[in-house]
């Protein structure tokens, strides 16, 4: 079963707007991360953010996490076109099993 | 450091065959897992490895097996093949376990006619 689920499914906007998705998990957590996947490619690690913090910025990117809500989002400043990609979120769930479960991932497009 | 390499790329096979999925990594990593990814799905685990000889089911193992004799590989055997095994397969790898920036390999693109 899914652990994540990304909100939206897709999402198109113009190049140099904000992008803004979000995850949205089910049980406790130790961390989550966001990946991205490029068309036929394998995934590439953005961004881990612990349950005992609520925001982490890297280059473009802020993550947040409310763990009272059980969310996250990832907002991606002034998108590229080398931004469209596939984004997912991935949860490390705090329940004795470490195992990392993916969500279904939004797929985000760049229009130049 | 070549990072994670699968092979094959691609790969077509016929109901009941069986096939070997390679996947290796230079990073000394501890921790190695195969995911299958299909539309609509995400990632699902199939098989991880918390080191050299041992290894334990994932979400989606049947069908599926595994060993790890050395820490550089992490092969995936499809015993039998079938046609609900179409899908691309992940090898990542990590320093430790999941909390671990995990690192991903190209993919194969398996086909189960």
């Known amino acids: 079963s899914q652990q994540g689920e990304e909100d939206p499914q897709a999402l198109s906007i113009q190049e140099g707007e904000n992008a803004t998705m979000n995850c949205s998990y089910k049980?406790?957590?130790?961390?989550l991360q966001w990946y991205r996947q490029n068309s036929g490619r394998g995934l590439v690690h953005l961004i881990l953010i612990r349950s005992n913090e609520r925001e982490k910025h890297s280059g473009r990117l802020r993550v947040t996490l409310d763990t009272s809500k059980k969310s996250s989002s990832l907002l991606i400043t002034a998108s590229r076109a080398a931004d469209t990609a596939s984004y997912f979120c991935a949860t490390d769930a705090d329940f004795g099993n470490e195992k990392l479960t993916f969500g279904t991932g939004t797929r985000l497009t760049i229009i130049p | 450091n070549a990072g994670v390499t699968q092979t094959p790329k691609f790969q077509v096979l016929k109901t009941g065959q069986s096939m070997t999925l390679q996947c290796a990594q230079d990073?000394?990593?501890?921790?190695m897992s195969w995911y299958r990814q299909d539309p609509g799905m995400g990632l699902r685990l199939i098989h991880y490895?918390?080191?050299?000889?041992?290894?334990d089911q994932g979400e989606v193992p049947n069908g599926y097996n595994v060993s790890r004799s050395t820490t550089e590989d992490f092969p995936l055997r499809l015993l039998s093949a079938a046609p609900s095994q179409t899908s691309v397969y992940f090898c990542?790898?990590?320093?430790?376990?999941?909390?671990?920036?995990?690192?991903f390999g190209p993919g194969t693109r398996l086909t189960v006619t």
């Open positions: 490895s918390v080191g050299a000889g041992i290894t």
């Open positions: 990542a790898s990590s320093y430790k376990q999941e909390a671990y920036e995990q690192y």
């Open positions: 990073m000394n990593h501890e921790y």
């Open positions: 049980t406790s957590i130790n961390n």
